[in-house]
């Protein structure tokens, strides 16, 4: 099993940026790729960005540019750096690991960019 709780979230005004964190715990050596996901109100659940066991990173062209994912050595937590935040950055933000057999979702925390 793991575990995985976000941190971070916020109200910002446009041009602003904020750092999510994400706190793996539990069977840490089983995972994979750890991914940033967000829903947006009213919209489908969307992947951010993505970092693999080798540290290669990928991001949605939405927030390429804007927004970079890393960790830890050790692989306990990963964060998220959002800057030049837009009103449509809005959304709960989810931390998920992913292990050859499942994947984990953390509770979520909410972005909120105001114009």
């Known amino acids: 099993q793991v575990q995985l709780v976000e941190s971070g979230g916020g109200s910002v005004q446009a041009g602003g940026s904020l750092r999510l964190s994400c706190a793996v715990s539990g069977n840490i050596f089983s995972i994979n790729t750890v991914s940033w996901y ?7 659940l969307e992947s951010v960005a993505t970092i693999t066991p080798d540290g290669s990173t990928v991001y949605s062209d939405s927030v390429k540019g804007r927004f970079s994912i890393s960790r830890d050595n050790v692989g306990k937590t990963v964060w998220l750096q959002m800057s030049s935040l837009k009103p449509e950055d809005t959304a709960v933000y989810y931390c998920t690991a992913r292990s050859i057999v499942a994947a984990y979702w953390g509770q979520g925390t909410q972005v909120t960019v105001s114009s």
Not at 38 to 44: A, D, F, L, V
């Open 38 to 44: 967000r829903q947006p109100p009213g919209k489908q």
